[in-house]
């Protein structure tokens, strides 16, 4: 077995073992990355040198007895989180150059369990788009390809798509993602990983990039579900410097894995069942549901009535807060200056975010000033917030009826480079099943569980209640273990 066919428990269980040491697995990661990543861009930065210091220091803290729970464990980290001393880009040319003088909490947790970051990983400009080719620093390769049109350069999905494509390619063990309106299960689904977006609060935002704030959340990617469970006990905890999350205790989220669904109860919501859905996605999820079934769970019919306003809600929520935090790239504190001799700084701000800002975020940055303007706020904005009010009511109600509920993660497999992306509209449709969990709050998992007629891999998800990542992870596991996924991408590691 090659080092980069470990899980990441496998890996955790190996190191424990003395099997394999820090360096030997950073080194066999850093290989793949090396060759890897030319072809298909997952990393903007790649960090070689340091993660072998990184390994190095993490066998000698092994040896001393002081292993944490990710001891030697490569990540990838998406290029969001501020990381101390390693630039730090958001995807944008705005931030080229910048290298925090500080570290966020998530990879600041990461690193203190012994995690050893490999890089920083490719996304969508700001963590805007569904498919990663808004970045400023190129697109990036989905590492699976079509049967019958293996030319086809695919999408890995977006935002957070370096990070996706970097753990199926088996460059790193796991990544860090954020998901706003679906950043990390959309791209978790194309690329026939897992991913999951915690509780709304249950991962402090401080150091990382904020697109929309009351969306934004952090989470991790992994080959499997419990991987996941793994890097979410690091990332997750109460964080004094985020008013916005929360003081709970963080559970033994890997516990809950493997757990019996016996007796839950999964929500079926009907107006998930959209017009022109491919039949092979509908197949998909009834395949999902008699799985639990057949694991004990009863399945339960449920209505949100105010889903089918979520894809609006949130495309005129997000852009909203991504124009007032946006509006801090202004030439004077962070990253690109762009000003000429005798101009005034009306002209530095504009010159500098002409230059800087890639014509999606220009896009949001516009949406988002008019839908807050004085003459439009009431239509636009204020009727959202209230709109975002009663879709979470509806899951509210629904939680007295159900304990999980299951959904398809994408409307679709990955598409290629050029499709979808004429008509800003149609993108913003592949983030219809996954925008109404950030805009409850709600926990959502993405589990690889099926391909499509193109041997492309399909994205079951699972939502719970607020903090009950738990059950959340049960159900996954359960999906997991019946979907039996063992299919792998035609470019990775190895291969
Ligand atoms: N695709 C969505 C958007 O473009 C979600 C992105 C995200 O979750 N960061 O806003």
């Known amino acids: 077995m090659r080092p980069t ?52 220091a993490s066998d000698a803290r092994r040896a001393r007895g002081e292993a944490g729970p990710l001891e030697g464990i490569p990540l990838a980290i998406k290029d969001l989180f501020c990381t101390e001393g390693v630039q730090t880009t958001a ?47 190129g697109g990036v390769l989905n590492p699976w ?9 695919l999408v890995p999905g977006g935002s957070s798509g370096g990070s996706a494509a970097a753990v ?29 977006k915690p509780t709304y609060g249950r991962c402090s935002r401080f150091g990382i990039v904020a697109y929309a704030s009351s969306l934004d959340q952090a989470g991790p990617f992994a080959r499997t579900v419990e991987d996941c469970a793994i890097l ?74 105010h889903a089918q306003y ?20 202004d030439g004077v504190r962070f990253g690109k200056r762009v000003t000429e001799a005798g101009s005034d700084l009306r002209d530095l701000y504009e010159r500098t975010r002409a230059a800087g800002f890639g014509p999606e975020v220009r896009r949001r940055i516009m949406i988002g000033t008019y839908v807050l303007s004085a003459g439009y706020y009431d239509a636009y904005y204020l009727k959202a917030q209230k709109v975002r009010a009663l879709i979470a009511r509806d899951f509210r109600e629904a939680w007295g009826k159900v304990d999980a509920i299951l959904a398809p993660a994408t409307p679709s497999a990955a598409f290629a480079e050029g499709e979808n992306s004429d008509d800003p509209v149609q993108m913003y449709l592949n983030d ?32 719970g209640r607020p903090f009950d ?12 273990r019946a979907a039996d996924f063992k299919h792998l991408p035609g470019m990775r590691a190895g291969a």
Not at 174 to 196: K, L, M, V
Not at 310 to 326: D, G, K, Q, R
Not at 436 to 445: I, K, V
Request: net charge negative; charged share 20%.
């Open 469 to 480: 990542e738990e059950t959340v992870f049960a159900v996954g596991t359960t999906l997991e």
């Open 310 to 329: 979520a894809l609006p809600t949130y495309y005129i929520v997000a852009p909203a807060e991504a124009s007032s935090n946006l509006a801090r790239y």
């Open 232 to 305: 979410l006990r690091s990332m997750a905890g109460f964080d004094p410097k985020d008013s916005t999350s929360a003081d709970r205790p963080v559970p033994d989220f890997a516990a809950a894995c493997g757990r019996s669904v016996k007796g839950l109860r999964i929500g079926v919501p009907r107006e998930y069942h959209i017009d022109g859905m491919p039949p092979e996605i509908e197949r998909l999820w009834r395949q999902g549901l008699d799985w639990l079934r057949d694991a004990g769970a009863e399945i339960v019919d449920i209505s949100l009535p």
């Open 145 to 153: 390809s079509r049967r019958n049109d293996p030319d086809a350069r």
């Open 91 to 137: 995807g944008s040319k705005i931030l080229e150059g910048f290298v925090p003088p500080y570290e966020s909490t998530v990879t600041s947790q990461l690193k203190r369990d012994g995690a050893v970051f490999l890089g920083k990983a490719n996304l969508d400009e700001f963590a805007m788009g569904s498919s990663n080719l808004t970045s400023a620093y």
């Open 168 to 196: 199926a390619a088996r460059m790193v063990l796991g990544a860090t993602g954020t998901d706003t309106g679906g950043s990390i299960r959309q791209p978790a689904a194309f690329c026939g990983i897992a991913g999951i």
């Open 432 to 463: 219809v099943f996954t925008v109404t969990a950030n805009l409850a709050g709600l926990p959502g998992l993405s589990v690889p569980a099926g391909l499509d007629p193109q041997g492309l891999p399909l994205g079951l998800q699972v939502l």
């Open 5 to 56: 066919d470990f899980t990441l428990a496998g890996a955790v269980a190996a190191l424990a073992e003395g099997a394999i040491s820090a360096e030997e697995l950073t080194r066999a990661h850093v290989d793949a990355t090396l060759s890897l990543n030319p072809k298909i861009n997952a990393l903007i930065t790649v960090t070689a040198e340091q993660a072998m210091d990184a390994a190095r």
